[in-house]
């Protein structure tokens, strides 16, 4: 186990919007790793990749923060799949927007533009009050209402949709916004991404429905295999401090501000099959008697 117990820990206190261009990178470097796949390995997609890959994103300092311990304390930990969890969780956002399907058939996007420009209006003055009274940053509020322009409109209501959902209970009486039009606005980004954007492959090529379901749950087989395998190691690595929850939180709990951990209660496992290839299994950590 660590010695270090001074050591600066960084939690992710909210999830980070993926940023597409970034994603469409990440995918074509993936994209050979999760071809190879052989079928039996893929896992079924059974959660929100856009929350899991966001929130791992944002996980991203403090695991990093603990590579060099990780790589010195835990046996046979397999750094490459920290040093690709970004890729991976870019790769996997990516690949789920290209399986979407499209709002609509033949339909043009100006309908949802025309119902985005004032949602993303509302959503926005309520933020800056929120933000005037300590509840949102300040900062991505500023950012946020900088975007001009349709993709970043799409990607605004995203943003927006996600700093309500993870302050709600805390800001549910303190605000005109409407649940409604937050999870209105989570959707609507969301198909206004898939319809603004060409349903193409980051090599250009044309991609079928069932080419982009199938791409999109091997690129969450290695997602998932490596947050997995980090967020092992992490409770390895700080089960005595009773942080790990927090560095590395579980992508299955829904609500996790109001879910206080009990200091001896063993970590929540992800309820998915065995990693998708053999490798060095880290330890499972054993509560201290």
């Known amino acids: 186990m660590s010695n270090s117990r001074d050591v600066s820990i960084v939690s992710p206190t909210k999830p980070i ?26 896992l079924r997609v059974n959660l929100d990749i ?12 403090g695991i990093m923060a603990l590579r060099a311990e990780l790589v010195a304390t835990v046996p046979q930990f397999p750094v490459d799949k920290l040093d690709r969890l970004q890729d991976y969780a870019l790769a996997c956002w990516y ?29 926005l003055v309520g933020a800056q009050a929120l933000a005037h009274k300590g509840f949102f940053d300040p900062e991505r509020v500023a950012d946020i209402q900088s975007g001009s322009g349709h993709f970043d409109a799409s ?18 009486h303190r605000t005109a916004v409407d649940k409604t039009e937050v999870d209105r606005a989570d959707v609507l980004g969301t198909e206004l991404i898939v319809a603004l954007g060409p349903r193409l492959m980051p090599s250009g090529e044309p991609l079928t429905a ?31 401090e009773g942080d790990a929850e927090q560095i590395t939180p579980s992508l299955f709990v829904r609500n996790r501000s109001r879910r206080v951990q009990d200091p001896g209660e063993p970590p929540a496992e992800p309820t998915v099959p065995s990693p998708p290839a053999p490798g060095p299994q880290v330890p499972t950590p054993q509560q201290p008697s």
């Open 17 to 42: 919007q993926p940023e597409q261009q970034a994603a469409s990178i990440a995918y074509a470097k993936v994209e050979p790793e999760f071809k190879a796949l052989l079928p039996e390995q893929v």
């Open 210 to 240: 069932g080419q982009a379901s199938e791409n999109r749950a091997r690129a969450f087989t290695l997602f998932m295999d490596a947050y997995d395998t980090c967020r092992r190691a992490v409770f390895f690595l700080r089960w005595s």
């Open 155 to 172: 990607t605004d209501l995203v943003a927006l949709a996600r700093m309500y959902q993870e302050k709600w209970p805390e800001i549910e």
């Open 95 to 123: 690949a789920h927007i290209l399986a979407m399907p499209p709002t609509s058939e033949g339909s043009p996007a100006q309908p949802l533009l025309e119902e985005a420009g004032p949602l993303r209006q509302t959503l």
């Open 50 to 61: 856009t929350k899991a890959a966001s929130l791992a994103i944002a996980a991203m300092p």
